[in-house]
């Protein structure tokens, strides 16, 4: 055969369009040591904390901000700031305790974390789990006060947190300024659900919300520049057009200003790049590495939802194609819904739990939801999909449980499924 001393990885060795600097540097856990266009927030926020270094409690602070807007970035960036102050001056008593509450969502979990994060090297763990919670919460207290120092826990996600498990944990924490002075807690919360906080009780709101500060989306000409800098951080600052990273840059300020989608589109971009083995990122790549992204946040977004949800939106997507795009009340998809959760032999939700859903998939983008007000007639909840009902529906019907209701078509009037 002519070509049989080719071999068969060749074709899937492409040109590497980043050849020097750092692949890393697109990728999602990068931490870049500058951030364009929130320096006056990392200002601001080491403004709030500085009380700390003269061993004062600051102000406990709630950052609030859509997606990928740079919370995070500004708090890891200030902690590294303080982290090398506490590592040049002796007397800085401050800990920075870093809890992601998308991970830690228990009240045990919180507290274990705090408590492990007092401790000095030399002592041992908190156990794992076992302890009853008062113990553990004595604990804490007891370690604060040998440590005598201020604690800063950063609660990333907080919201996720009040949601799951409500907010005693967070009034056992702050309550441990009002029984001890000998050490402190300073909490900062990131969230990025802006009414998280009508969530707590007020006695945990007025004492967790001492400051806010909100973090607006990016605009094209700021995402520009975050992307322009990243491309030099990757070394890829000469391999793209100019017309393709504002592309790109115009394409992540559409969509809600979200700086880790730009930076998601860019390193799409290069790969198809590579693959396609051209040299010059254009606007066509990133154009289709928008698409490549859209798909992949779509299938991942919705095939990680809970049963019900999935059955939900499984409604809404039926409503919709009857309607061929339009919106439909409460109702009507609740009706469906409890027709379909009938069929596949699970018991409905209440309106109210349903209610709550739609909030969370209207959060992550799957839906929009209003609130009509009929006067006093009452409220409906109205909603719409994001995204075509042919493509949600191909999503939950390639599930497992959710395949069985492959055959279920609605009627055109009443909406019951045939
Ligand atoms: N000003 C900036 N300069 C450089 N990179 C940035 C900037 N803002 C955000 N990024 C980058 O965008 C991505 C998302 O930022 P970050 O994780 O801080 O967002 P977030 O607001 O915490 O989002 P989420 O609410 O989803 O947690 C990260 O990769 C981060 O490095
Ligand atoms: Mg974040």
Redesign the pocket.
């Known amino acids: 055969m002519e070509n049989s001393s080719k071999n068969l990885f060749e074709k899937f060795s492409h040109s590497s369009l980043i050849v020097k600097g750092q692949r890393q540097a697109l990728e ?5 040591d ?5 320096e006056k927030e990392a200002e601001q926020l080491a403004e709030i904390l500085s009380p700390s270094l003269k061993n004062f409690k600051p102000s406990n602070v709630i ?1 609030f ?12 960036f200030v902690e590294s700031e303080i982290t090398k102050i506490i590592q040049s001056r002796l007397d800085a008593k401050i800990k920075l305790i870093d809890i992601n509450c998308g991970v830690v969502d228990n009240p045990y979990g919180i507290l274990l974390a705090v408590g492990d994060g007092l401790l000095e090297s030399w002592e041992e763990k908190l156990p794992f789990t076992g302890w009853p919670l008062d113990k553990l919460y004595s604990t804490v207290l007891d370690k604060i006060k040998n440590f005598g120092g201020i604690a800063i826990v950063v609660l ?2 907080i919201d996720k947190l009040v949601k799951k498990n409500g907010d005693s944990v967070l009034y056992q924490l702050l309550r441990i300024n009002e029984i001890t002075n000998e050490g402190r807690v300073c909490i900062l919360g ?3 659900d802006l009414r998280f906080t009508e969530y707590l009780d007020p006695r945990v709101k007025s004492r967790l919300v001492e400051e806010t500060m909100v ?1 607006n989306p ?1 605009n094209a000409s ?1 995402i520009y ?2 992307l322009r ?2 491309s030099l951080y990757a070394g890829i600052g000469d391999s793209i057009d100019e017309s393709a990273m504002r592309t790109c840059a115009a394409l992540a300020a559409q969509e809600h200003g ?3 989608r ?2 998601d589109m860019l390193r799409i971009a290069v790969e198809l790049t590579e693959k396609g083995n051209q040299n010059r990122i254009i606007d066509d790549t990133v154009y289709e590495a928008k698409k490549k992204l859209e798909r992949d946040v779509v299938v991942e977004t919705v095939s990680s939802l809970p049963l019900h949800s999935k059955l939900v939106l499984f409604a809404i997507s039926l409503i919709d194609e009857i309607k061929n795009g339009g919106s439909s009340t409460m109702g009507e998809f609740y009706e469906l819904y409890e027709k379909v959760s009938d069929r596949m032999g699970v018991g409905s939700l209440t309106q109210r739990r349903v209610a709550d859903i739609i909030g969370e998939m209207t959060n992550l983008g799957l839906i929009d939801s209003k609130v009509q007000s009929f006067g006093r007639y009452g409220r409906t909840t109205t909603v719409s999909l994001n995204y075509s009902s042919t493509k949600i529906k191909e999503i939950l019907l390639a599930d497992e449980i959710l395949g069985q209701l492959k055959d279920v078509k609605p009627a055109q009037k009443s909406l019951p499924v045939s």
């Open positions: 999602p856990g990068f931490v870049p500058r951030l364009p266009h929130r950052i901000g859509k997606p990928g807007v740079g919370k995070t970035s500004v708090v890891k990333d996600e990131i969230s990025n973090y990016y700021q520049d975050i800098d990243r979200d700086a880790r730009a930076i």
